[in-house]
């Protein structure tokens, strides 16, 4: 379908139209997506006459693609031919009859006190400039009261009529040919921007262990211009590909559903797979308002096992093997003397999830021994399949610290081969024994081999490996490798 203007109907086919002006009347649909925008599903109850019919449906979304608009009988009985499609977006506002009356003169009443009293007047003004900017955006109006400009409106503006041309809410304009006569309940559905959702996970440790309660909420945006009663919500989380419009600005399910099995309740959000992605679906119709932000639980378990994980990366992991080989003794020495706090948690059955996990930021409280939650940590996931490992940093430690530093450097004249050892300490300040994952990244050449070793490692890439070290409370443990280049 191709929108337009509606064009000069000739009059034979005009004989032939009725004028017929719907609203929205059963319950619609939604099912909004992760970049930001939706489809809409809505009712059109439709009462055709044989051949060409004018239909105005009233209502729909301030952001509407129009050439996304979809019209048919979802029972399949009936074909519904669009001979021409408009739509229109100009809903009355003061600021648009103020532009459509430029350089016209028009009334303005002001209301004043004057002893007491109230004065209400007429006063003409000539409209210079409106200070409407379409699709946003507005500058100050400029007003000629007695041959003197203003930029102010004299009072509130009264404005001529307009006629029956005018629209109050966003507007689709149908020609539709109809092969018989009859009512029946269509279907309109379209895409449209304005709406936005997102996951929020909520994960509380208690006062002494490694296990987290997490709660996920879905928080939905409506932005669109419309407000939607009772409506059947779905939420899509996956990384759908969609062409971004030229003008556009740039509970566990698993176990919840356990849970209210137990407890007689209906889980309040389901989820299943659905083509490549994952589909999250309300199951309480709700009532999503323009400008409303609504939060709804849809994930919650308890005890799942999310240990902290100590990371000492003494190089700040930014040296990297990057093709070419690096000669340079002091290339990569700097020592970071922070040590990374992370979270690692399985997304698994058997640690109460194993369900898909949309992207969203993740926060982390611990219990205090007074009761009382503090704030410990957030980052961010991304989309998450069941079964897959989750391990994000939550900030630096403050009772570990490590230093790092070169003690040997070596390589031979003809340029074959190089040697390279490193020490690093690491120190626990806590009360408790800790074991620290120590990563060290071999940026200087593709061909390496460690030649000498305090500790075991473990080779996690071609160019890194790691040590991993258990440090008790206050020692001070010293770690050192060699490794030797050849190309």
């Known amino acids: 379908m191709k929108t337009s203007h509606l064009k000069t109907i000739a009059p034979a086919l005009l004989a032939l139209a009725s004028l017929v002006t719907l609203n929205a009347t059963a319950e619609p649909a939604l099912t909004i997506y992760n970049q930001n925008f939706a489809v809409v599903r809505d009712a059109v109850p439709l009462d055709l006459k044989s051949g060409v019919n004018e239909v105005r449906f009233a209502g729909t979304t301030a952001h509407l693609e129009p050439d996304s608009v979809i019209l048919r009988d979802p029972l399949g009985k009936r074909s519904l031919q669009i001979l021409e ?27 004043r006190m004057k002893d007491n009293t109230t004065v209400r007047e007429i006063i003409s003004g000539k409209i210079i400039r409106s200070g409407y900017v379409p699709g946003g955006g507005a500058e100050q109006p400029v007003i000629e009261v007695n041959g003197k400009l203003q930029f102010t409106l004299p009072g509130q503006p009264l404005f001529p009529s307009l006629g029956d041309d005018t629209i109050l809410k966003p507007t689709l304009n149908w020609l539709l040919r109809a092969d018989k006569p009859g009512k029946l309940d269509a279907e309109v559905s379209y895409v449209t921007s304005g709406f936005s959702w997102e996951s929020d996970y909520n994960l509380v440790a208690p006062e002494k262990g490694d296990t987290v309660d997490l ?8 932005q669109s211009g419309k407000t939607f009663e009772n409506a059947k919500i ?35 959000v389901s989820e299943k797979s659905f083509d490549e992605f994952h589909l999250y679906t309300l199951a309480r119709a709700t009532t999503l308002r323009d400008r409303e932000t609504k939060q709804v639980e849809f994930v919650r378990a308890e005890s799942v096992k999310a240990p902290s994980i100590y990371v000492y990366d003494g190089a700040d992991a930014g040296y990297r093997y990057y093709g070419g080989r690096n000669n340079d003794p002091g290339y990569g020495t700097q020592s970071n003397k922070k040590v990374w706090v992370m979270r690692e948690f399985v997304n698994a059955e058997t640690n109460r999830l194993g369900v898909a996990l949309p992207k969203g930021k993740l926060r982390f409280y611990r219990r205090g021994d007074d009761g009382q939650l503090e704030f410990t940590g957030e980052n961010e996931i991304d989309h998450t399949p069941r079964n897959e490992t989750i391990r994000v940093g939550t900030g630096n430690s403050f009772d570990l610290v490590g230093e790092r530093k070169p003690t040997d450097f070596k390589t031979d004249r003809s340029d074959k081969w190089m040697t390279e050892t490193f020490e690093i300490k690491l120190r626990n300040r806590k009360k408790e024994a800790v074991k620290i994952r120590v990563v060290e990244h071999l940026y200087r050449w593709s061909n390496w081999n460690i030649t000498a070793k305090s500790d075991e490692f473990k080779k996690t890439d071609a160019q890194t490996i790691e040590f991993r070290v258990s440090v008790q409370p206050d020692e001070e443990k010293t770690l050192t490798y060699t490794v030797h280049y050849s190309w």
């Open 85 to 111: 499609q408009n739509y229109r977006n100009d809903p009355v506002s003061q600021e648009l009859l103020l532009s459509l009356n430029e350089g016209k003169t028009i009334d303005f009443q002001n209301v």
């Open 215 to 222: 709660i996920g909420w879905i928080t939905m945006n409506n």
């Open 234 to 268: 779905k939420l899509m989380a996956g990384d759908v590909n969609k062409i971004q419009p030229r003008n556009a600005p740039q509970m566990s399910m698993l176990g919840r559903s356990r849970m209210a099995m137990a407890d007689g309740m209906e889980a309040p």
